[in-house]
């Protein structure tokens, strides 16, 4: 969270206002992801000359067994619809109960030997309005993600073993996931390349473990929250607030991850503050746990509570905790609900930030090439919320703000996927301010673009992987 970019908080002063990377690894490539588990239903196959009807999987059954709609005569092979012909693309158990969409194995340009595995993407990207989260550059075809990452996967299968990560990125998104929280020092913060662009190493850590239990330690991603910097890791093109603004990025320290049966995961560690590269930010616990209640359910609890910004002189401390439940509706359909509570406050009692998040996800697959989805969020930041007041805001500003200001984004997209390796993002998201923008002004920010209270926003992105 980039305190200079959350000014717009100051909006408050006035008054008038999902290694384990949890559920914030999502669509495309966490193993707990709720799109991961919305699965392309299978075909009958009755191919067996004396006409046995056969199920490949559970979900798709030829009720009534063999009869003559299931027949081998005239030598041709034909298939049991059984009813799966609803999709956007499906053809009806013609060839299988599917969406007639066979991407096949995607390239890679270096792939995988012996545990270790490199590769990236390149994420290229429009949006016609600015937003305070991320797509911050408006009315240019831009280069947000120019990805590259080097690893060594963790195997304690066999018993001990060790591992790690690097990653590198390069473009517009560069600069939002620098180790900006020791600003203006920092492992990688001063890495900008002109006004938008910038490099960034968020991770960069290594491993060990043994048995059910892994120490990673370095420079990581952070483990709080349901939505990932990384384009393949998320539905949407753009991002949420609470992602932004209420959620740490990267934290440099050690974390324990204990398998402790196969349904429960917990986390525990130790941190240097918030968004630091190797530089002291301060101590922060950070920890939580992830059950898999049923086949359909999942629940993932984070926190993260200590010092957070001792680098900048605030003395911030106080805690962040985040909850993420993923639902399997159905075969197709999933839904995700998460909920952020952020609480800080400096070395003398006052409030540097207090937030409350509610975000909601419903996606729809239509086989392994469609996807539609949708994004409702309610934030609301207390009005005394001095740790995100611009530079100029008036002095004492904290001191007569009263109340709360509610923010509310409606974000519709859809993830299309011509080719195993490229997927096109396309959103119409809708943003509106509850309270009087002009506070915004006096707070040194304006949230949404020209300080309007209401936001139409279209943009797409292509994200090609190798």
């Keep these: 969270m980039r305190l200079s970019k959350l000014a717009f908080l100051a909006a408050v002063c006035s008054g008038a206002v999902i290694s384990n990377n949890l559920a914030r690894t999502a669509w495309g490539q966490a193993p707990n992801s709720a799109a991961n588990g919305v699965s392309q239903v299978s075909y009958c196959d009755c191919g067996i000359p004396d006409c046995g009807c056969e199920m490949t999987t559970p979900s798709c059954g030829?009720?009534?067994?063999c009869d003559g709609s299931c027949g081998?005569?005239?030598?041709?092979?034909?298939?049991?619809?059984?009813?799966?012909?609803?999709?956007?693309?499906?053809?009806?158990?013609?060839?299988?109960?599917?969406?007639?969409?066979?991407?096949?194995?995607?390239?890679?340009?270096?792939?995988?030997?012996?545990?270790?595995?490199?590769?990236?993407?390149?994420?290229?990207?429009?949006?016609?309005?600015?937003?305070?989260?991320?797509?911050?550059?408006?009315?240019?075809?831009?280069?947000?993600?120019?990805?590259?990452?080097?690893?060594?996967?963790?195997?304690?299968?066999?018993?001990?073993?060790?591992?790690?990560?690097?990653?590198?990125?390069?473009?517009?998104?560069?600069?939002?996931?620098?180790?900006?929280?020791?600003?203006?020092?920092g492992w990688d913060n001063p890495w900008d390349n002109g006004g938008q662009y910038g490099h960034a190493i968020p991770q960069l850590y290594?491993?060990?473990?043994?048995?059910?239990?892994?120490?990673?330690?370095?420079?990581?991603?952070?483990?709080?929250g349901y939505e990932v910097v990384g384009a393949t890791g998320n539905f949407f093109?753009?991002?949420?607030?609470?992602?932004?603004?209420?959620?740490p990025f990267t934290h440099t320290g050690a974390l324990l991850t204990y398998n402790m049966t196969d349904d429960i995961d917990l986390f525990g560690g130790y941190t240097m503050g918030w968004d630091s590269g190797f530089e002291d930010n301060g101590d922060a616990f950070?920890?939580?746990?992830?059950?898999?209640?049923?086949?359909?359910?999942?629940?993932?609890?984070?926190?993260?509570?200590?010092?957070?910004?001792?680098?900048?002189?605030?003395?911030?401390?106080?805690?962040?905790?985040?909850?993420?439940?993923?639902i399997q509706l159905t075969q197709k359909l999933a839904y995700v609900f998460q909920s952020d509570l952020l609480d800080t406050e400096n070395a003398i009692g006052e409030t540097v930030r207090d937030t409350f998040g509610i975000n909601q996800y419903l996606i729809r697959s239509f086989g392994d090439c469609v996807q539609i989805g949708g994004r409702f969020e309610w934030w609301q930041v207390q009005a005394d919320s001095q740790g995100f007041y611009g530079s100029g805001a008036p002095a004492g500003l904290n001191t007569i703000a009263s109340g709360d200001y509610d923010i509310y984004a409606l974000t519709l997209g859809m993830n299309v996927k011509p080719h195993a390796n490229v997927t096109i993002r396309p959103e119409i998201r809708w943003d509106w301010v509850e309270g009087s923008t002009d506070n915004?002004?006096?707070?040194?920010?304006?949230?949404?673009?020209?300080?309007s209270d209401k936001q139409t926003t279209f943009g797409i992105d292509t994200i090609i992987t190798f």
């Excluded at 093109?237 to 959620?247: D, L």
């Excluded at 915004?440 to 300080?451: K, M, T, V």
């Design 206 to 224: 290594g491993e060990v473990g043994y048995g059910d239990l892994s120490v990673k330690f370095g420079h990581f991603f952070t483990i709080i």
């Design 237 to 247: 093109y753009s991002h949420a607030y609470t992602f932004n603004f209420s959620e």
């Design 62 to 65: 030829c009720e009534g067994g």
């Design 72 to 185: 081998n005569s005239g030598g041709e092979v034909e298939y049991c619809n059984d009813g799966c012909g609803s999709g956007l693309f499906d053809t009806g158990c013609g060839d299988r109960c599917g969406d007639g969409c066979d991407l096949g194995d995607p390239f890679e340009l270096l792939g995988e030997c012996c545990g270790f595995h490199m590769g990236g993407w390149v994420q290229l990207g429009y949006h016609n309005k600015a937003l305070p989260a991320f797509n911050t550059y408006p009315d240019h075809y831009q280069l947000q993600q120019a990805w590259l990452f080097a690893e060594k996967t963790l195997d304690t299968s066999n018993g001990f073993d060790f591992g790690g990560r690097m990653d590198y990125i390069y473009g517009t998104d560069g600069p939002n996931t620098q180790a900006f929280g020791t600003d203006p020092d």
């Design 440 to 451: 915004l002004a006096i707070a040194d920010f304006s949230l949404l673009e020209d300080n």
């Design 286 to 326: 950070i920890g939580g746990s992830s059950v898999q209640l049923t086949d359909d359910i999942s629940i993932t609890s984070t926190l993260v509570g200590g010092r957070f910004g001792d680098a900048n002189g605030s003395g911030e401390r106080g805690i962040m905790s985040s909850t993420v439940a993923q």
